[in-house]
């Protein structure tokens, strides 16, 4: 059965630190979100691409986080620098499309700043 | 924008006990409620789904049902067991081009045996 599939699972850093963290949808899902969730709350989202275009990143704190898309498959999330609230499980999801029902959600990268 | 509230936050049951758990939401035009399990460590699974137009959906031990009026929805899982122990979420999905899935706090469930 296909899943979302990321990297690092876990990622330890220092704060001012640049990370990364890797999505690689399953096979022909055009839509990729990526979710934060904090420990003890719910995933809540911060951007959604359609393909290689942002359709959502309303919640995305553009002044240290980006994401790209590039060729509408896979995706990277970055951070630079990292604060310490930061911390938290980066979860990738995708869908077959925007309005498509079922979200598939990946294992997700443990982020720990130090 | 569309706000989830969840309720129990933590539930605890003796196994064959029934468990519900129940959100409600803010916007009317949402269509689509997923409810999501998360084990410790793993990712987030679909195990039940409803959309708008419909009011009850049953899947062997769980169903879901929906009341648009009053704006909840609830999770039910009968004859509990030990490996139902996980945290649960509900979501919501506003109806909008584009939108994507606002979720629950969550409710942690423990089945004891």
């Known amino acids: 059965e296909a899943e979302v599939a990321q990297s690092p699972r876990y990622k330890i850093t220092e704060k001012s630190q640049a990370v990364a963290f890797w999505c690689d949808p399953i096979s022909g899902h055009a839509t990729l979100y990526w979710y934060r969730q904090i420990l003890g709350q719910g995933p809540e989202l911060l951007v959604q691409?359609?393909?290689?275009?942002?359709?959502?990143d309303s919640q995305l704190p553009k002044d240290r986080f980006s994401a790209e898309r590039l060729k509408g498959v896979d995706s990277t999330l970055k951070i630079q620098p990292a604060e310490l609230g930061d911390s938290a499980m980066y979860l990738c999801?995708?869908?077959?499309?925007?309005?498509?029902?079922?979200?598939?959600f990946g294992p997700g990268t443990r982020l720990t700043v130090l | 924008g569309e706000n989830v509230e969840q309720h129990p936050s933590t539930l605890s049951v003796q196994e064959g006990d029934s468990a519900v758990i129940k959100c409600t939401y803010s916007?009317?035009?949402?269509?689509?409620f997923p409810w999501y399990k998360q084990e410790l460590g793993k990712r987030p699974q679909l195990i039940i789904d409803i959309r708008s137009n419909v009011g009850e959906k049953k899947d062997q031990r769980i169903a879901v049902t929906l009341n648009k009026t009053a704006k909840h929805f609830s999770l039910h899982i009968t004859e509990t067991q030990p490996e139902d122990s996980a945290v649960y979420f509900c979501?919501?999905?506003?109806?909008?081009?584009?939108?994507?899935?606002?979720f629950g706090k969550g409710t942690t469930l423990s089945v004891s045996s």
């Open positions: 691409f359609q393909d290689e275009s942002v359709v959502d």
């Open positions: 916007d009317s035009a949402s269509n689509y």
């Open positions: 999801a995708s869908s077959w499309w925007a309005q498509g029902d079922e979200q598939f």
């Open positions: 979501a919501a999905r506003p109806n909008q081009a584009g939108t994507a899935l606002i």
